[in-house]
Each structure stands twice: as C-alpha cells, then as structure tokens.
C-alpha cells in the first residue's frame, strides 16, 4: 500500500550551505600572526590620524573597564615625547628587581650540581635571559676556582696542583665566602687561623684502554690514581685546645 504525502517540506539548498562553509573559520584578532594583524589593520592606520586612534583606544579601555590603562595610553600620548622612553626605563629597571638574577657563582653551581653541559645550560638559559647570566659569566666564575697562574702543571698522563697554591687558594675562598664573619674579628684573632683538611687517595683499575698514542712509553690509561684535599675546619686558636673558636661559634670537646 502506498501513501502520498500531503504537505510540502522544503529542502536546504546544497549550494547556498557550500557558499555559507566557504574560506577558513574564523580566528580572533589576538590569535593572529602580527603580519596579519598588520594586513587586518593596514586601512584604518591609512583613514585615521594618529591622535584619533589614541583616543580610540583610551575610549575603548574605560568602556571595558580598564581606566588606569587608559590614562596611561594618554599620558604618554599627550605629554612630552621622552615620557614613553621614561615609562620604558622604569618597566625594564622594575622587571629587573623583581626578577632574581642568578650570577656567575650562582650560576656554576647550579651547572656542577645538576651535570649539566654547556649546551644544556644554554637550553635552559633560553628560557629565561634576564635570570640566568650568560655563560662567558660563568667561565669567569669558573675560573676564580683554580689556583694562581702557573701553579698547575698538565700532560697527557697526569696533572699536578702546586700544594701550597692550593692551600692558599682554598684559605682565600672560604674567607671570600664568609665575609661577614671575618668582619668582626679582631686583628689579632684573623692572624690566628687554622685551617684543617683531610687528605686521601683513590685509585681505579682494569679499565678499558683507548688507542691512545702517549708521548711516554710507560703510560696508559688503563689506571687512574688521584690524590685529594679536602677542607674540614677554619678554626680561630689552637685546634687542640679546648674552646677554639669555628667560625664564630665554640668548639666543644665532643664537637673536636
């Protein structure tokens, strides 16, 4: 059995929903690439002055609510020409203030505590320019961590620290570290310092040896041997009498 239809239903036309869908979506003006925000806004920058945009603009930030923008837009607008170069300045010098800036030091260890190579450190530094100091910083830095100039012997078998180099540079450092406890040391308790270290060595074995061609016949590098110095104590007095001073603080007998 067949049954007729008694009403009419329109259908939508094919071609006027294609004609609807054509081109790309629409995408908010803050999502685009600034060279088509320049293109969307080529025309009205050529049909409007300077001054009818500014105040286009201070209008448009009270309507939103943003007041303090607004007369910002107009006090730099308006006034001397240098005011903007001043506002400028004085954003950068805030940035800077507010932002905690890692020196060289700061820097290194951060790089000796975390393995990290130098491009790894550059990686990390992209992120942040203004926090992280550049790694030419850094190599000065590092370079405050060796002894004097000539104290250090190297070849291709072994390497050699002058010892009393490296007992003053050590001395010298922990000073430089501490200065605030130094400064309220009398003359006569600064020429009485004692500084006691601990020394070892450490020797590994049985390594696989590389094609290396040595300049003396006896050497390999299928062993290494280190020798090792290493800071405890800064005590101000006798460091076998009781009631030596460390750095500021009493040493008592079960401390010693």
């Excluded at 036309?13 to 690439?33: A, D, H, I, M, T």
């Excluded at 990290?116 to 990390?124: A, C, F, I, K, P």
């Excluded at 450490?202 to 040896?209: E, Y």
Aim: aromatic share 8%.
């Amino acid at each position: 059995m067949q049954i007729g239809l008694k009403q009419q239903f329109p259908f939508p036309s094919l071609n006027k929903k294609r004609e609807k869908n054509r081109g790309l979506p629409g995408v908010l003006f803050e999502e685009l690439f600034e060279c088509r925000k320049r293109k969307k806004t080529k025309q009205l920058r050529l049909n409007n002055s300077v001054d009818k945009l500014t105040y286009a603009t201070q209008m448009s930030l009270r309507s939103s609510g943003q007041i303090q923008a607004a007369k910002l837009v107009k006090e730099i607008t308006s006034t001397s020409p240098a005011r903007a170069q001043k506002y400028r300045r004085a954003l950068v010098k805030l940035e800077k203030q507010t932002t905690s800036i890692l020196d060289g030091e700061e820097a290194l260890s951060m790089i000796v505590e975390a393995k990290l190579s130098r491009h790894h450190y550059e990686l990390v530094r992209s992120k942040d320019r203004i926090k992280f100091s550049s790694y030419k910083i850094v190599k000065q830095a590092k370079k405050k961590c060796y002894p004097k100039e000539g104290s250090i012997t190297a070849s291709v078998s072994h390497i050699e620290v002058e010892l009393q180099a490296l007992v003053d540079h050590t001395a010298n450092c922990l000073v430089q570290a501490q200065k605030e406890v130094f400064s309220g040391l009398t003359s006569d308790q600064q020429n009485d310092l004692n500084l006691l270290y601990k020394w070892g060595f450490d020797r590994s074995s049985g390594l696989n040896p590389y094609k290396e061609k040595f300049d003396e016949s006896d050497a390999t590098d299928s062993s290494v041997f280190l020798s090792s110095l290493v800071p405890l104590r800064l005590i101000n007095g006798d460091p076998d009498l009781r009631g030596s001073t460390f750095y500021g603080k009493t040493l008592t007998h079960h401390q010693r």
